[in-house]
């Protein structure tokens, strides 16, 4: 289980999160909401390793304190981030991409079972194997970033704002994909500003603000929470 | 005539392109611009030259030590002269700038070495002398067997990039270096791999090219040259563009200098790239990016 306690980043003089406290269940999908600029991405980028957080922070999955660790360190503890703007490698080959993913080693063994288990999830890889990347459509590249952090065989996926730029359909099927992956036993934090979606595959969220952490709940609850409905699901007293 | 200048352009040009492979591979993946990698080629010229002569290892056998040694050296020179570099640079370009910085001065003081050790002259040396006949050309056999050598190591080279583990997480690095560490490549460790394999290919270049070619100690930087230009002509960071690339100079400067005038093969070369980045500014195979 991933297990965020105490934790602060800055950017300079700029605090983007103030002792944020947030855990993660193997199993689960938890639902991170909020604001354009109110930390999301910091966190994830924290638990990854790509920015270092204050002195004072502790982020432990499954006994690793990941604070301690290098970017390519974290990810053989068994987290793997799909990060804002996907991150895939544009050049190479969708099949080359899916096998990056299992550059970690503690992946190696299992990487003819999981290229079958992503293609079991996203079938419409399968004949795109050999194509670059880049010359994919928008939910395609988000299907190579999910199936690629995937194939590192995680304990615990972190995935930021995958819905950005999808259609409702293609949004919907992502989702959908979501919900069998936690089906495997992998816990999922979502980053998301779709909250109408990513409420309904969810089972617990946290609502985010200014850098800190404003209130959690069950998705259920969150769904019928006015203050939620209001900022998040447009359906505002009006 | 006619064969026997293509057949030394394409010897020529197939050198260019394995020295540009290497330079590319330093450029792509380290993102060190390396103003002494022509330095690294002449050493292992004259490493060669050693062998052969007060040592009696022909540079065939001699490429067994030589190869593990530049890449051993290149290794130590990374981590010694390059790897406080990596560590202050905020970003790319300024690694880019310090690299050129730093590898300018590390030129002088490989060039000095040199010079103290064997002078200004010209230096060349005697090994598979006799002429073959191919295709109606005579060819000296040492130019024939520095072609071979060069297609087996290009095409190992390639292969080590496109098809095993380590050489697709090398041109990862190269693609997005951020996302390489969500994969879990320690992308500090691939850099310093690309350096030394490309410092490796540079003493392949060198040896090879000491077999046919008499070369002194202030070549080096003309070497650093015609990599660059090959590079950036062939499109940064691909392999099959300097491939081409390397082989059109080569066979442009042998055809230009057995029917016109030798003196005229550097002009040649600039001519045609400038021809390149004319028509094509980000090289023969290279994709416009931002
Ligand atoms: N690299 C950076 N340098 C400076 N400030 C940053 C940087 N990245 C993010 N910020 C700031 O930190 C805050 C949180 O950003 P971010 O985590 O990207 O939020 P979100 O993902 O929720 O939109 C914002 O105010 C943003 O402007
Ligand atoms: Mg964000």
């Given at each position: 289980?991933?297990?965020?306690k ?39 980028k924290?638990?990854?390793?790509l920015?270092?957080?204050h ?16 970017a ?9 981030l799909v ?17 990056l ?21 996203f ?5 795109r194997?050999?194509q670059?990347?880049r ?7 988000q ?8 194939m ?7 995935l930021?704002?995958p819905?950005?730029?999808l259609?409702p ?37 946290y ?5 800190a952490i ?13 203050a ?11 | ?5 293509l ?15 290497g330079l ?28 052969m ?41 300024m ?18 070495v040199l ?8 230096y060349s ?16 056999a040492?130019?024939l067997?520095?072609?071979g050598?060069?297609?087996v190591?290009g ?11 380590m ?10 270096p ?9 992308v500090?460790?691939a ?13 392949v ?11 002194s100690?202030?070549?080096g930087?003309?070497f ?12 940064v ?21 057995t ?7 550097i002009?040649?070369t ?9 028509i094509?500014?980000?090289?023969l ?5 931002s």
């Amino acid at each position: 289980m991933l297990d965020i306690k105490n934790l602060s980043v800055s950017y300079g003089k700029h605090a983007a999160l103030r002792e944020v406290d947030l855990t993660v269940d193997r199993g689960e999908i938890v639902v991170m909401l909020g604001a354009n600029g109110a930390g999301k991405s910091s966190l994830l980028k924290a638990c990854a390793g790509l920015i270092t957080p204050h002195d004072g922070t502790h982020i432990d999955l499954s006994g690793n304190e990941l604070t301690a660790l290098s970017a390519h360190k974290i990810v053989e503890t068994g987290l793997a981030l799909v990060p804002e703007g996907r991150g895939i490698f544009g050049e190479l080959t969708v099949r080359e991409n899916l096998a990056l993913g299992a550059f970690a080693k503690r992946a190696r063994a299992a990487e003819k079972q999981n290229l079958d288990r992503v293609i079991d999830l996203f079938p419409k890889l399968a004949e795109r194997l050999d194509q670059a990347a880049r010359t994919m459509s928008g939910g395609e590249q988000q299907m190579v970033a999910i199936g690629r952090a995937l194939m590192s065989n995680p304990d615990i996926l972190l995935l930021d704002e995958p819905s950005l730029g999808l259609s409702p359909i293609m949004t919907g099927e992502l989702f959908k994909a979501l919900a069998a992956i936690r089906k495997t036993g992998v816990g999922v934090l979502l980053v998301e500003q779709n909250a109408h979606q990513s409420l309904a595959i969810s089972d617990r969220g946290y609502l985010i603000e200014n850098g800190a952490i404003t209130g959690q709940d069950t998705a259920k609850a969150l769904q019928s929470d006015p203050a939620v409905q209001k900022a998040f699901l447009g359906l505002g007293a009006a | 005539m006619f064969s026997y200048a293509l057949f030394s352009g394409i010897t020529l040009g197939g050198m260019y392109a394995l020295v540009a492979m290497g330079l590319t591979l330093q450029y792509g993946v380290s993102r060190i611009m390396n103003l002494a990698y022509g330095e690294l080629v002449i050493v292992a010229s004259f490493v060669a030259f050693v062998f052969m002569t007060s040592v009696g290892i022909n540079p065939l056998v001699g490429l067994l030590i030589i190869i593990p040694a530049s890449f051993v050296l290149n290794w130590v020179i990374y981590r010694i002269l390059l790897t406080p570099l990596v560590a202050r640079a905020k970003n790319r370009g300024m690694l880019e700038v310090d690299s050129i910085l730093a590898t300018f001065g590390l030129l002088f003081i490989v060039q000095g070495v040199l010079l103290v050790w064997f002078g200004g002259n010209y230096y060349s040396y005697d090994f598979l002398n006799n002429a073959v006949d191919i295709f109606g050309a005579t060819i000296a056999a040492n130019r024939l067997v520095a072609l071979g050598f060069a297609v087996v190591i290009g095409l190992g080279f390639y292969l080590i990039l496109t098809r095993t583990r380590m050489g697709t997480a090398l041109r990862a690095v190269a693609v997005d270096p951020t996302s390489a560490r969500l994969v879990a490549i320690d992308v500090n460790f691939a850099s310093c791999f690309a350096f030394a394999l490309g410092g490796a290919m540079a003493a392949v270049g060198g040896v090879l090219v000491s077999m046919f070619l008499t070369f002194s100690t202030s070549m080096g930087v003309v070497f650093t040259m015609k990599a660059l230009i090959v590079v950036i002509m062939g499109g940064v960071g691909n392999m099959l563009g300097a491939l081409i690339a390397g082989l059109i100079l080569g066979v442009a400067e042998s055809l230009v200098a057995t029917y016109i005038d030798p003196g005229l093969t550097i002009a040649v070369t600039y001519v045609i790239f400038l021809l390149v980045l004319l028509i094509k500014p980000s090289g023969l195979f290279g994709r416009a990016t931002s």
